[in-house]
């Protein structure tokens, strides 16, 4: 058995992920399900053979002494895969996840196109949160490729591992990759910031030194962007916080709402006929928004503050459902089951059909389609 064979099979069946172990066969993940395929059972033997056809010998020395490891590997023709090897009860085992060469734009993701707006902010942060699988990292590429397609600027990417490999258009964009570049993000941030960057991108806010240094970079003008793995917008902002002991927790909510632009939640929903679709919680920050984060007991407040502001581009996840549902691209019962709250989205769905059957529009939809500029389905 060869990874590669494996690989560009996966690549053939639309495949997003790759896992392989012992005792059973190579398995596929398309659409959000897993399939397994018809390759054969995986020994011992074979599994420590296709693990080593992915590693360097600096890598296999990392894997020995940590037990497990995350890097890049590139396939000619195919495209690069994430790849994380790890031990499971003594035993290797991988998951690959696959990249491809090309960059999606905003439309061919059904992304909303405030995100082009978002992207050419000059300053401050945006954070992309989401599930592991959600889209954050493509998301975060096609924005990025949105910006090196029209202006001249400087960007410097710190990720774990590099993903999506931009090349320079309009402006230059210069690739750093933890292990491999640099030891860890925050020397990486703090020398990042002496290098003349216009946009830094952080791959995630992992602990109290990244989110600082973080801070500090949109403090001093540059514009940030990052990722956390976080549910919804409110839960963004406490996990945030929650990275800092109770007395710093003030000057915290603070920083956060002098430097945070938007924060965007993703979940990848099954879209009908096939495929996959996100769906989205976008917070902009407002003044009102700012009092919010700035004071803990007015933090769960900022959903109503979403919720009421449509026509600056901000949208509940409830919103974007029933949007989604009544332009046909997912089903009530996957709306309703990705619904932050199932009996919120209900009583949404009775008022808008209601509203339907009176000839009125839907608020959330409309201002939906406003924000995606046309009457069309582009961009959702």
Do not use: W
Request: charged share 30%; hydrophobic share 35%; proline share 3%.
């Amino acid at each position: 058995m060869d990874v590669d064979v494996l690989l560009r099979y996966m690549a053939e069946k639309n495949s997003s992920d790759l896992h392989l172990g012992a005792r059973r066969p190579p398995i596929i993940r398309v659409d959000g399900d897993l399939q397994y395929t018809d390759f054969p059972v995986i020994d011992n033997e074979t599994m420590e053979k296709l693990c080593k056809q992915l590693l360097t010998p600096k890598r296999e020395y990392k894997l020995e002494e940590q037990n497990e490891i995350d890097f890049a590997y590139q396939l000619e023709g195919v495209g690069r895969f994430r790849c994380n090897i790890f031990r499971k009860t003594g035993e290797l085992a991988c998951a690959l996840r696959l990249i491809t060469d090309r960059i999606p734009g905003f439309e061919e993701l059904n992304l909303p196109l405030i995100l082009e707006e978002l992207s050419l902010e000059r300053r401050g942060i945006i954070i992309i949160t989401g599930t592991t699988g959600s889209g954050k990292s493509t998301t975060l590429a096609s924005m990025l490729e949105y910006v090196n397609n029209r202006r001249p600027v400087h960007i410097i990417t710190l990720e774990d591992p590099i993903e999506f490999v931009h090349h320079d258009k309009e402006a230059i964009i210069n690739q750093r990759e933890l292990g491999v570049d640099t030891d860890n993000f925050i020397d990486a941030i703090r020398g990042g910031m002496r290098e003349d960057p216009d946009i830094i991108l952080i791959g995630e806010m992992r602990d109290r030194e990244t989110v600082t240094a973080t801070f500090q970079a949109a403090l001093t003008g540059h514009l940030v962007l990052t990722t956390l793995h976080t549910l919804d917008v409110v839960q963004t902002i406490n996990r945030v916080v929650d990275y800092y002991p109770a007395d710093m927790q003030k000057q915290a909510r603070l920083m956060l709402s002098e430097t945070i632009r938007a924060i965007v939640s993703m979940r990848l929903l099954p879209l009908v006929g096939g495929g996959r679709i996100p769906a989205m919680e976008i917070m902009k920050v407002t003044s009102r928004i700012r009092e919010f984060i700035e004071d803990r007991d007015q933090t769960y407040s900022i959903k109503t503050a979403i919720e009421e502001g449509n026509a600056e581009g901000m949208i509940t996840f409830d919103q974007y459902l029933l949007m989604l549902y009544h332009k046909g691209k997912i089903t009530y019962d996957t709306a309703l089951n990705a619904a932050s709250s199932p009996h919120d989205f209900k009583l949404l769905e009775r008022q808008a059909s209601e509203y339907k059957q009176k000839g009125e529009k839907i608020e959330a939809y409309e201002a939906g389609r406003l924000k995606h500029g046309t009457d069309s389905d582009a961009g959702i």
